[in-house]
């Protein structure tokens, strides 16, 4: 900083520096609330303590190669939209410190999963021929259950409304 005489000015370089000082001050404690926002919804979802929850914060924003405030942002965002315990589940990673990161499995896994059981539960209620009313309504209930499941599990990976069809 250049004072009225063309020498530099140890002043204003001071309150130069102290400006910026406050203003990434500023910052810090804007960020500091929504990673510990952030670290509360993995802490309480996972149970795990405070210092776990951080942990895994810190290891998904290494992971997906994101800063640590936009992937708080990002998780606190979801939790509003999806519920607490989606939003932690859908950034796919381990909750012990010392498992690796892995890869984030498809999200048709699941459904696959679902759709198979209701294939199950189909098969099973038209084998049953002669059955008691007891045994055909106990495969109806399983057949209904399976049917909820999986659309359950489209709606989470969003490729169903969880608006119900009329």
């Given amino acids: 900083m250049v004072g009225d005489n063309g020498q530099v000015d140890p002043l204003r370089v001071r309150i130069a520096g102290l400006e910026a000082e406050v203003a990434g001050l500023r910052k810090a404690l804007q960020t500091r609330t929504v990673i510990g926002q952030a670290t509360g919804l993995i802490a309480a979802v996972q149970g795990l303590t405070p ?90 209930d399983e057949l209904t259950l ?5 659309a359950e599990r489209l709606a989470d990976v969003g490729w169903l409304d969880d608006e119900p069809v009329a």
């Fill in 146 to 150: 399976a049917g909820q499941l999986l």
């Fill in 51 to 140: 210092q776990q929850g951080f942990q895994l914060l810190v290891r998904m924003s290494q992971h997906h190669n994101v800063k640590l405030h936009s992937i708080a942002v990002k998780l606190v965002d979801l939790a509003g939209e999806l519920g607490p315990r989606q939003a932690v589940r859908s950034v796919h990673l381990p909750v012990e410190p010392h498992e690796r990161a892995e890869e984030p499995q498809w999200p048709g896994v699941d459904v696959v999963e679902a759709a198979r059981q209701l294939v199950a539960a189909h098969e099973a209620a038209h084998r049953v021929d002669g059955a008691s009313a007891d045994v055909r309504r106990q495969l109806a």
